[in-house]
């Protein structure tokens, strides 16, 4: 019988409506016209795929040494495990406590992780998606520490009340064995003991517990008599104990920077108390005391002096020094400066047996934003290169661009530049954390994430087969000069702090051709070269651009219908079209404004280029009248036309990079045509105006005398929160205003009132094309699409001079050509098919390397063939693809006559939209402020996806957002992580093989040799069989009201999530019988309660029945 299929209905009748709703348009194709979609609902799913980057805000680790792979816990309960290079898994616990403490059950392929809300989970990692099999949820006593001794499953579990309970982790039920804090201290003792600090077994005899209390007192516990064998005191509080390996002597270290050495045997003083960062006074005094020791641990060498590292301790006179980890090995002590405060440590050991000697090789030292692993073999303890993507926050991230399927040829290109960059001096051994598998997934596309960083930085991080490596780090502060001092820091500046932070960018992959925005409102044009060269002078270019309001409410309609073609001659002032050499010299002294003055200096130096991308081209917008320049909204380059443009609230500017010149520097309104239905006059909502003598930036130099945006109060300039790119511009909600997070600058941007900006119509994207400039024209030709915040898509045709020398001598035209559609929202993505539903990508040069020869360049050197002209006149060809904030729309070229419309949202607004190749189709991907991600057929905007994902609670996800081919997008879930997802079906049928695996078999080293003298006369490791201790038939059960058991999903969903292969429903009937006899384990427990409790009634029962049976009624 054929599965009813709803979504497949709901396609039917979505495309009928809008096929309906679009017959009435005119120009819309006829019904044997119409392009033929292969995308349906089925083709679409939404899932997380991976996480990369630093754990955030990390607050635990734990390692298994046989298996080699680390866990890591965070304060938000996250969990992110690592093995070789790219073997990386997230997984998160439900409730979002901080992880306290990681204990691995090594090589068992299982974990168990201690939360802040007093729970306790098991983690089976056998399974590509780690899940919880067991939790238990303490409700009376609050959980301090926990100890799991290898090979065995009672797990101890301290309290802050100073008790210790022990928890069976195959059942994770909890014996009815406890030893209580009362018990452990001695009677005469009068005050609390505080919360259990530490606890572990003696490495020579599993039947004696080291228990540390936080007040400075130390038990061993005798398991088996239940009682105390020896009591530490010491003065001063608690924070670790390690023992020694032959388990005679432990060390604790103390809150007042001092390490105490026991012997087991001898508990009425320290053995050794030290100081390590004391200084000693000559007289033989106490030293004075430090910082605590956080942490020490005491590993031994068969061969030489045993290793004792810690954390802490530093004299309080190290004011402003930094985190250290100091190790001690025989008489040398090194002290290894961090660059973040330490979270925990770990030494890393060749043997997981406690009672063997350890034979330390490495520390894997966990901070609060790095992981650093320490040689200890190596003399200097250098560092391990590190094969994690974790320095993603290097530098916050202020941008992400997401391109999958790019040419196959970049990764390799970018990678051979960026290994050159390498720091030196690392150990030149393997990365000690090596476990785990890599995935066995099909998907071999190159995929590339840029991030755009606070400090001027961009790194190109290769992103294929859901791994993430750096390729390459672009420093784009080198261009500009530094200010050495407060003092000396220019007063130009439009930001406060982070000048050179990275706003937006835009990158031709087939030509390698960059180009920057930054938030200094300067752009920077890159190209791409495998030569070192020096640049003796970095070129300029200097542009003016300011708001232009006017009185008249219409245009003179006597004018004509097209604009003129401009020209450079035309369109500005000597003064933008002249390329400096040096930074301009404009007028900033105190008598007057600020004018013709950059906010950045470009470097007069010359700028020694490494191979990689090499700057083109620098330009700088300048204060005007002593108003500063308005950040840029959006940009966009094109390589074969040779052309970058760029914009923000006062209109938008064309660049000649390669003749280095300015074509076109126009004000938003000046982009309608005076005929225009949709012109909208700007309005300034001041009444008076205060004249400016600076030079015209209109086209036609003809407004020389007009008035400047000038702020009410033209002192001093108004303070407001500002931050923006090519989806957040100034028409920002004030609900948005709630939203930002610390890591928006404060702006000095612009002294002009909120309303006035709002009032403003600002550029919000920009894309090249090959179409029809005008509604008459029958020829494709070179154009600009222009989208504007009031939701206006206007047209600029461009004229290009032939190529060769040709094009570096003339000039290249450029005419406004009016509105082609106007939309509800600003506009986010325009785009072209052709008339069969094709996507049409801008055009673009090959690239080629600049500093090559000229033989080599005119071989590479050929412009990529536009689209064949359209042959019949009067009949539509293209299909402009136009998104919002609030609608889409597809309007058929050159007619310009709406073919489709979809209406996104009428609640929130589109944050991001990007037209994606899928399947070998095309579609829209959109993300809304609600959450929501959805999809859009091409060209007939059905729905196909639309799934709550992802409120927006934070304005770093709206910041870094972005789709990409092939079903693949990105955000930035945390300050320091990229979260990865997908919305194609294909990809979440497929992750189960393309994730990496955790768990492989590995067989577990033998234990130590006991040796034939320690066999025979006693010694060595002693045994204990726990099992007879604190199983339930010798030490009964525990208080229900202590702890719930609550069972997990994690066996289940890993193996559903695993019946979907060749033998998915024998899987399927396996789980079936699974949980059936789950069930009937669950109705075997139910019986043995009820009848272990019938029996405790009949026990009962027969006692009283004993007691009072040989008694008269009157001794009752």
């Excluded at 520490?145 to 802050?160: A, D, M, N, R, V």
């Excluded at 071999?444 to 991080?461: L, N, R």
């Excluded at 939209?913 to 059905?942: E, K």
């Amino acid at each position: 019988m054929k599965k009813f299929n709803i979504r497949k209905v709901l396609d039917g009748l979505t495309a009928a409506s809008s096929s309906s709703s679009a017959a009435a348009q005119p120009g819309t194709p006829r019904e044997n016209d119409a392009v033929q979609e292969t995308l349906q609902s089925e083709h679409f799913q939404l899932c997380k795929t991976v996480r990369h980057g630093f754990p955030y805000q990390p607050s635990s680790m734990a390692f298994d040494p046989v298996q080699k792979i680390l866990a890591v816990g965070t304060q938000t309960g996250a969990l992110r495990l690592f093995g070789r290079a790219g073997v990386e898994c997230y997984c998160q616990h439900e409730s979002g406590a901080a992880v306290i403490q990681l204990q691995f059950l090594i090589n068992e392929g299982a974990l168990v992780s201690a939360l802040a809300d007093d729970s306790i989970h098991l983690w089976n990692l056998r399974q590509k998606i780690p899940a919880i099999l067991h939790s238990l949820k303490f409700s009376r006593e609050r959980i301090t520490y926990c100890h799991l001794p290898f090979q065995s499953k009672w797990l101890y579990i301290g309290t802050e009340r100073g008790n210790i309970h022990i928890v069976n982790v195959e059942s994770f039920t909890l014996s009815g064995y406890v030893i209580m804090w009362n018990k452990a201290i001695e009677l005469s003792t009068k005050t609390h003991p505080g919360p259990v600090v530490h606890i572990s077994d003696n490495p020579m005899d599993e039947g004696k517990l080291l228990i540390g209390f936080e007040c400075g007192v130390v038990v061993l516990w005798d398991l088996k008599s239940k009682k105390a064998d020896y009591r530490y005191n010491y003065d001063e509080a608690i924070h670790s104990v390690a023992w020694h390996h032959e388990g005679k002597q432990f060390v604790c270290s103390h809150s007042d920077g001092t390490l105490t050495t026991w012997n087991v045997r001898a508990p009425a003083k320290p053995a050794q108390i030290i100081t390590p960062h004391g200084k000693q006074p000559k007289d033989g005094k106490k030293p004075e005391p430090c910082k605590p020791i956080l942490k020490v641990e005491y590993k031994t060498t068969r061969a030489g002096d045993p290793f004792m590292v810690l954390s802490g301790g530093l004299s309080y006179d190290t004011v402003g020094r930094r985190a250290c980890l100091t190790v001690m090995h025989g008489k040398s002590t090194a002290v290894l400066e961090m660059d973040y405060p330490i979270v925990d440590f770990l030494t890393l050991c060749e043997t997981p047996y406690p009672n063997d000697f350890q034979e330390p090789y490495a520390v894997v030292v966990l901070l609060e934003k790095d992981l650093v692993v320490i040689d200890l073999g190596q003399i200097g303890y250098p560092i391990f290169e590190n094969p994690y993507p974790l320095t993603i926050h290097e530098s916050p991230v202020t941008c992400c661009e997401y391109f999958a399927d790019c040419p196959a040829e970049l990764i390799p290109a970018l990678y051979s530049v960026g290994s050159r960059q390498k720091r030196q001096g690392y150990s030149k051994k393997e990365w000690p954390i090596s476990g785990g598998n890599w995935g066995q997934g099909t998907q071999s596309y190159p995929e590339i994430i840029i991030t755009g960083h606070a400090d001027g930085s961009i790194k190109f991080w290769d992103a294929s087969a859901l791994m993430l490596q750096v390729l390459y780090k672009l420093k784009t502060a080198k261009v500009f000069e530094r200010a050495r001092g407060k003092e000396e820091k220019p007063s130009t500046d439009i930001v406060e702090e982070d000048p050179f932070a990275i706003q937006t960018l835009s990158w031709c992959p087939e030509s390698r051709m960059l180009c920057v925005a930054g938030v200094s409102a300067h752009v920077i044009v890159y190209r791409f070269s495998k030569q070192e060269i020096t640049t003796e002078v970095v070129q300029l270019l200097e542009v003016r651009m300011q708001c232009e309001f006017s009185d008249v409410d219409s245009p003179d309609p006597g004018g004509e219908q097209t604009p003129t073609l401009l020209t450079p001659g035309a369109s500005s002032s000597p003064q933008e079209t002249e390329l400096p050499t040096q930074p301009s010299t404009g007028s900033n002294s105190s008598d007057g404004p600020r004018d013709n003055i950059p906010c950045l200096q470009v470097r007069s130096s010359p700028l020694k280029q490494s191979p990689g991308y090499q700057v083109e081209l620098v330009i700088q917008l300048v204060w005007v009248s002593g108003e500063p320049p308005q950040q840029i909204t959006s940009l966009a380059i094109n390589s074969s036309y040779g052309l970058v443009v760029f914009g923000n609230s006062n209109g938008l500017a064309v660049v000649d990079y390669l003749q280095k010149t300015l074509l076109l520097n126009m004000g938003t309104s000046e982009l309608y045509s005076p005929s225009d239905p949709y012109q909208r006059q700007p309005r300034s909502p001041r009444k008076a105006r205060q004249p400016s003598g600076a030079l015209c930036d209109s086209n036609d130099g003809s407004n020389a005398s007009e008035d400047r945006c000038k702020s009410p109060t033209s002192g001093k300039p108004q303070y407001f929160i500002q931050k923006t790119n090519h989806f957040c511009y100034f028409k920002i909600r004030v609900f948005k205003l709630l939203l930002f997070d610390n890591s928006f600058t404060r702006s000095r941007s612009s002294s002009v009132t909120s309303i006035e900006r709002e009032s403003r119509e600002a550029i919000s994207s920009f894309h090249f094309c090959e179409s029809f400039p005008r509604k008459t024209d029958s020829l494709l030709s070179p154009c600009l699409l222009v989208g504007t915040t009031q939701g206006s898509v206007m047209m600029v045709a461009l004229s290009l001079p032939p190529g060769g020398d040709q094009r570096l001598q003339q000039p290249v035209g450029i005419s406004s050509c009016g509105t082609v559609v106007r939309l509800k929202g600003g506009i986010l993505t325009m785009a072209l098919l052709d008339s069969t539903g094709t996507l049409l990508p801008p055009s673009y040069e090959p690239w080629y390397d600049p500093n090559a020869s000229d033989e080599e360049k005119e071989k590479s050197r050929r412009r990529r063939p536009a689209s064949p002209p359209s042959s019949q006149e009067g009949q539509d060809s293209q299909f402009a693809v136009l998104c919002s904030e609030k609608q889409a729309k597809v309007v058929a070229m050159p007619s310009q006559t709406r073919v489709y419309k979809h209406n996104i949202t009428e609640t929130s607004f589109v944050l991001r939209a990007d037209v994606v190749q899928m399947g070998g189709a095309n579609c829209i991907a959109c993300f809304c402020a609600n959450g929501h991600i959805m999809t859009l057929s091409l060209p007939s905007l059905r729905p196909l996806l639309d799934v709550n994902y992802l409120p927006l609670t934070d304005m770093r996800i709206a910041r870094t957002f972005c789709f990409s081919n092939l079903g693949q997008a990105l955000y930035l879930t945390s300050p320091t992580e990229i979260q990865r997802i997908t919305y194609s079906q294909e990809t979440c049928d497929n992750l189960q093989e393309m994730l990496s695996e955790l768990f492989t078999p590995v067989e577990t080293p033998e234990a130590p040799n006991r040796g034939f003298f320690k066999g025979l006369f006693g010694g060595g490791a002693q045994s204990l069989d726990r099992e007879d201790l604190f199983g339930e038939t010798a030490a009964g059960k525990a208080s229900r009201s202590l702890a719930q058991h609550i069972p997990g999903p994690g066996s289940m969903e890993g193996m559903k999530g695993a019946a979907s292969g060749v033998v998915g429903e024998l899987a399927r009937a396996r789980i079936a019988l699974d949980e059936r006899g789950q069930k009937l384990g669950e109705l075997e427990e139910r019986t043995a309660a009820m009848m272990a409790s019938a029996e405790s009634f009949s026990k009962h029962a027969h006692d009283m029945m004993l007691k009072y049976k040989d008694k008269k009624w009157y001794q009752l």
